[in-house]
Structures are given as C-alpha cells and as structure tokens.
C-alpha cells in the first residue's frame, strides 16, 4: 500500500480513470485518509508560493487474470536491466535471472528486438514468467 498526495482539483479525474482500471480487472483499493492537506507550490519564475488544497490517499491493487499476477515492467537495458515494480510485495521475490534476462518471450518463445517486456507470477504453482506485450494481453 502506497500514500499519496493529491491535488483536489485532480481527483475526480482520478476517480473515473480508477474505475477504467477496475473494469480491466485490477483490483484497485484507494481510500482517503486525510481530505484536508495542503501542499506548497512555489512557481520558480515569478517566486510566489501557493498553498494547493490536497488530499491524502492509500492506494494498492493487483491485476489478475487466470491466476497470473502482473508483477513488474522489465526495461532492457545493459550492463542490468530495470524492473519496474507494480506491486511492491514483490521487491525481494522477483527472480534474479531477470535481472539480465534477453528480449524474449517465454510464453510463445520468440525473440525480439522488444525495449520492455513484463513479468507475471502465478501463485497457484509458484511460477514466473516473463512476457512480450502481445502475448500479455492474450
């Protein structure tokens, strides 16, 4: 679970693209813990401070589908590649293989020349796997 602050002004927007999220099957929980927070935007150029009226929130959820788990975004990228987490449970069960894993695919098997590629667990036999974009929104 994460908090956040939000600007007031933004969370109506928030809400609707938090549901959009919740009918892609992600499990979303986003509670307000605090409506009455203020944040203190200083503009550089004409160096005046602005108190913006905000709102204190928790947020987590997980996307699952069939039992897999979307667990992080791999960057590829050398000497190590980055991985992205969505859920941050994961932060020290995530493989270190994949840590410098290739471009491929372990779903369909096919290499490709991909900038990111994602990595989903299943918790039911304890498997990861690591997904090109096509075959993870098959």
Not at 12 to 18: A, F, K, M, N, S
Not at 21 to 26: A, C, L, Q, T, Y
Not at 90 to 114: G, L
Request: charged share 30%; with cysteine.
């Amino acid at each position: 679970m994460s908090i956040f602050t939000i600007p007031k002004y933004k969370l109506e927007e928030l809400e609707v693209r938090i549901e959009k999220i919740r009918k892609k099957g992600v499990d979303v929980v986003f509670n307000i813990i605090d409506d009455n927070v203020f944040h203190v935007y200083r503009d550089q150029s004409t160096y005046t401070t602005f108190n913006i009226p905000c709102v204190e929130a928790e947020v987590s959820g997980q996307y699952i589908i069939n039992g897999w788990i979307f667990v992080a975004t791999i960057e590829h990228s050398t000497p190590e590649n980055i991985i992205r987490l969505a859920d941050y449970s994961f932060e020290k069960r995530v493989p270190e293989r994949y840590r410098t894993a290739p471009r491929d695919c372990e779903h369909c098997h096919i290499r490709r020349d991909r900038n990111d590629t994602y990595l989903v667990y299943n918790e039911d036999d304890d498997t990861w796997k690591q997904v090109g974009r096509t075959c993870l929104k098959n």
